[in-house]
């Protein structure tokens, strides 16, 4: 292996170097370091940066949310949650948060 392969592969093992700085440092192309991890099976995760939380680890934005979230639960009933959130003018997903006490709703009247 060429000294400029061991060198990125270590720095793409041990290093928090982005592919762009261990390119510039070795003097090659990001895409050579794309083509070095992929003949060599190294595999680099990325760290999260914020943005939106998964849904899992989402608080109750309120006891009241929470209480609101269960008369909706109660009023669904058997109901699939499709469907249900349907006849209110939200997707299933958005009906979940609202059954969580996670989403900051206003129910409207027609």
Aim: no cysteine.
């Amino acid at each position: 292996m060429k000294v400029w392969k061991s060198a990125a592969s270590d720095d793409l093992k041990n290093s928090e170097l982005s592919i762009s700085q261990i390119a510039s440092k070795q003097g090659r192309s990001p895409t050579s370091i794309r083509r070095l991890m992929r003949s060599e099976k190294i595999y680099r995760t990325r760290k999260r940066r914020g943005g939106l939380k998964p849904f899992a680890k989402m608080d109750a934005l309120s006891p009241d949310y929470v209480r609101l979230g269960l008369y909706l639960i109660r009023s669904r009933g058997n109901e699939k949650e499709t469907s249900f959130g349907k006849a209110l003018g939200v997707s299933a997903t958005r009906l979940g948060q609202m059954e969580a006490g996670r989403h900051d709703f206003t129910l409207r009247v027609n």
